[in-house]
């Protein structure tokens, strides 16, 4: 059976919520030898192809062109590093899956992507989006089972929440939490969103922050 890295969970108790006071873009790239030096906490962003990603992380940062969005999927195709109150880095990556781009070419991110999140020494945490309109699906469950066997610490974020109605969100979630404990112990942290209306945005900063404080490498 999988299990995942626990973290000691505040967001629940009465913590204050972090205040986001700057977030600026540092560099593209499609290799992971010219990420920033890793001397820094670093936390990733990443899903489906046209799951709401950026949506969801200008909805964080309060930064309504932070990440760019586009409603034609794929339009992430590099690993985006900004720097966070400067003191950490939020990192967008290049959506799995669909996108409307060659084999080729979504080889290539496929490439760079793993290797960015099996090698990136700083990466604490890395928060997979998945659509909340859907019932299990399956690159989704791979995906996350593939990080759970190679130990990469992950929290799921259900997005795009205010599309659908609360039977029905509560129906997908729970078909999600059938489908992953055939294979993991228990449920990684899990948060519902929505970009549209800031649902979850408050647990998921404070969830951060829980991380970083956690943290003692790169603080």
């Known amino acids: 059976m999988l299990n995942y890295t626990k973290v000691e969970d505040l967001s629940e108790q009465n913590q204050l919520l972090m205040l986001i006071k700057s977030a600026e873009f540092v560099i593209s790239n499609t290799d992971i030898k010219k990420c920033p030096e890793p001397n ?4 990733a962003f990443i899903g489906r192809s046209n799951v709401g990603k950026s949506s969801l992380i200008n909805m964080l940062v309060n930064h309504k062109k932070l990440a760019k ?16 109150n400067e003191e950490w880095y939020l990192v967008d990556l290049p959506g799995y899956g669909y996108a409307k781009v060659a084999k080729t ?29 859907h019932k299990p699906l399956k690159n989704d469950l791979e995906f996350m089972n593939h990080l759970g066997m190679k130990g990469i610490p992950f929290s799921i974020v259900f997005t795009k929440a205010d599309k659908i109605s609360s039977s029905e969100l509560k129906k997908n979630l729970a078909a999600y ?25 408050e647990e998921i900063i404070n969830y951060i922050d829980t991380i970083l404080q956690n943290d003692k490498q790169f603080v």
């Open 40 to 43: 820094k906490a670093e936390l």
């Open 177 to 201: 939490k059938k489908e992953m404990l055939k294979a993991w112990e228990s449920m990684p942290k899990s948060f519902v969103s929505s970009a549209s209306n800031k649902l979850g945005r």
């Open 105 to 133: 070419k979504r080889k290539q991110w496929s490439g760079f992507i793993d290797d960015y999140i099996m090698k990136r020494e700083n990466l604490l945490n890395l928060f997979v989006l998945v659509d909340a309109r």
């Open 69 to 84: 969005t586009s409603s034609s999927p794929g339009k992430t195709q590099t690993i985006n590093h900004f720097i966070i």
